[in-house]
């Protein structure tokens, strides 16, 4: 593994951020596509644009785009279409997922990165059909009219973020999530409903990013696990931040878990021992890196460090 | 236009039905596909499956799979795996909207295909859930580890698909639906709300069940003409029934537009000119298909025929 001690985390992410923010203003529009004889509602797309726009860390869409970078041999190319498109498309289905889960009859919950969520601000139809149409739109970006991005990469994207997203990926760990209230979970379902929750769509953007480039096997099954262990990661710390820090912080409302009496790391293992799992969540995913053959991993590097050592 | 008098609709759908009423039982289930590691919760996919077995005309798989035949010149080929493919797919995302639809926030019905809604038998949060799975695996059924079904074909398939069910299409015209009640629409208002509402995925299965085969420009545009003048008609009938039939006919709850005070084409038109409007686009519809240069629309013909005619 090449160690390039110029890369600069910070940097990188603030330039693709800022890629990522043009295209999502870009494409969450009431403008039809090209080819498409209508475009959308304008409160529709009003209440899908509050969801989407100014918030959020974007680390799916980083990931998509670190990965991208990492098995494309030339580091200099800019980020391809596809993998912005596909960057764009992980966020849209994260972002439907928050409208939904934060509406009454899921998490109830008012604040969301530090706005009050789509429901209190639009009502909760609006939001339900804002959610849904999110999701749509999502396969909508990777299935463009352009020869630049050939059949069988939108074809494989759809396939990736379809398995993620529904029930056998995110929608099926909320699920089990949802039964799992006041329920003495062991740490093997704890993980299980992590792995699908959560876990699903952040290893798929890692996976996305590499469907944009010519992985080989090997550096496929090692990217697999780098996602895996960061997507567990992520959740792990999650559990550890929603007890440590306060709710300007977080942006949402802190200590939920523990008020709805919900299965936790944290409450499973203790503060320390999540802690100690998050480092050996980092470590695995580093050494899996450093055994892709990739030489370009840096981004994926910094990124996996800021899930595991992120403050909020 | 081939006129082949041997043609029996009922036997044709009967036939036909029988194969996506099997094709989703083995479709929506708690197992991963080929090549993924994990399955579904079950808890999840038992309201999956309520929500989409045993119930509902299938209207849109057929189609698509009476599209699928028309550009298919060998008229004696079993349905395609693309095709059936397509077909449930698309039925997927009408099922999806049904229990979204159905959920208090929205219509708040109890009772759909004489059976109680998702959310009374499964709870809120469920029906949610169901409903963004069911969106999710439309897309993955598009989008099999499946070499006889080419990816162009894949990536085309859900293309068509989420332009017509996102912001664009049937997502859009539920916003303007809800933004509506009470709303003195004129005609031409309407019209676009159902254009998007329910015309959209009506025209998709058409043209999703052409892109099944190799049809020519003509033919397409004819077929696109068919699907707009079907999936209008779909929804003038649809308020016409609303006035005329009862909940026990219907299977769902009658009347429930002239409570709420929503626009419809009988409120606007009255019963008599709904009614004309009605033979007037199943007209239109049986003029493109003759005009398509496609010879095997016998299913095409018996199904608008049916879409108006219907008395549920």
Sequence with gaps: MKTDTTFNLSAWSAEHLDHVERALERWVTADAPVGVDHGAPAALVEAMRYAVLDGGKRLRPL???????????????????????????????????????DMPCMDNDVLRRGKPTVHVQFGEASALLA????????????????????????ACLCQLLARAAGSGGMAGGQAIDLASVG????????????????????????????????????????????????GLAFQVVDDILDVTADSATLGKTAGK?????????????????????????????????SQSGLRNTQALQGLANMVVNRLC
Tied chains: 1, 2.
Excluded: W
């Excluded at 991208?68 to 849209?92: I, K």
């Excluded at 003495?184 to 996305?208: C, D, F, I, P």
């Design 183 to 230: 329920v003495a979970l062991n740490e093997s379902q704890l993980r299980e409903m992590h792995r699908l929750k959560t876990g699903a769509l952040l290893q798929a953007s890692v996976m996305m990013g590499a469907a944009c480039g010519d992985a080989s096997g090997v550096a496929l099954a090692a990217l697999k696990q780098y996602g895996a262990a960061i």
């Design 63 to 101: 990931l998509v785009m670190a990965a991208s970078e990492a098995v494309n041999t030339d580091s200099s190319a800019p980020t391809s279409d596809a993998a912005l498109r596909a960057a764009c498309a992980v966020e849209l289905i994260h972002a439907y997922s928050l409208v939904h889960d």
């Design 257 to 289: 878990d523990a008020d709805q009496d919900k299965p936790t790391y944290v409450s499973l293992l203790g503060l320390e021992r999540s802690a100690a799992f998050a480092q050996e969540l980092l470590a695995q995913a580093l050494q899996a890196l």
């Design 131 to 154: 959610g849904d149409a999110l999701q749509a739109l999502a396969f909508e970006l990777l299935t463009p009219d352009d020869e630049k991005m050939p059949a069988t990469q939108q």
